[in-house]
């Protein structure tokens, strides 16, 4: 976007903003006293949640705080850094159950929901992860514990953070699914249900059972269980159920 210094994000500058000391990124003059990068990063993820990553330029940031689109410039080198900052500080918010002695199923059982929790508040979060972790205290606070629920189970720390990486990707794609079936709900004004009911005479002259059985009678039923063309909760529930049997297996051959 024009305007935004929308290249990649600076590690130098990012890390330092990620790591600020409490206070810090107010500067002694400017347009508006009192601004400081914490409510730079928090209106940008107002705006998000409410009207996608997309929404977040700087100069619709400067416009929610009320300022010129160049006074951000003075907290926040750029887009790149302010997004990797918006992951971080909702990262640090993450609710964070106390592991304690519950089994392990439990733990993990309960990473997926923190993770799935906060993917519903914020949607965008799915879209901006990157493949480089931004290495803030809150995602250094989110990676510490999410480790502690696979602790103690036997695994080498590779694997550790391995099967916490597939856990991670499996409740990111389930997210990112029903975010993409509530947006084509929005945009064509018409649940699953709905579509599928005005659409059933063409796929029924289409689909011809005799040509496609198998599918037709796993689809129909899958259909008719789901009232759409799946659900996501049912998909959620039934994904973490399979991801849990094969960290077991894994738990199990590691241990002997």
Known sequence: MAGDRNGPADPARTLALLWREPGAGRPGRGPRQGLTIDAVVDAAITL???AGLEAVTMRRVAESLGVAPMSLYTYVPGKAELLEMMLDSVYLAMPRADHGDRPWRERVTSIAEENRALLQAHPWVAAA?????????GQMAKYEHELLAFEGLGLPDIEMDAALAFL????HNVARVAADREI???ESTMNDEQWWAANEPLLAKMLDPTRYPTASRVGTAAGEEHQGAADPEHAYRFGLCRVLDGFETLIDQTTG
């Not at 992860?129 to 205290?137: D, F, Q």
């Not at 991670?168 to 409740?171: P, T």
């Open 168 to 171: 991670l990707g499996f409740v």
């Open 184 to 186: 084509a709900a929005r």
């Open 48 to 50: 998000a949640d409410s």
């Open 129 to 137: 992860s990157t493949t480089r972790p931004v290495l803030g205290p």
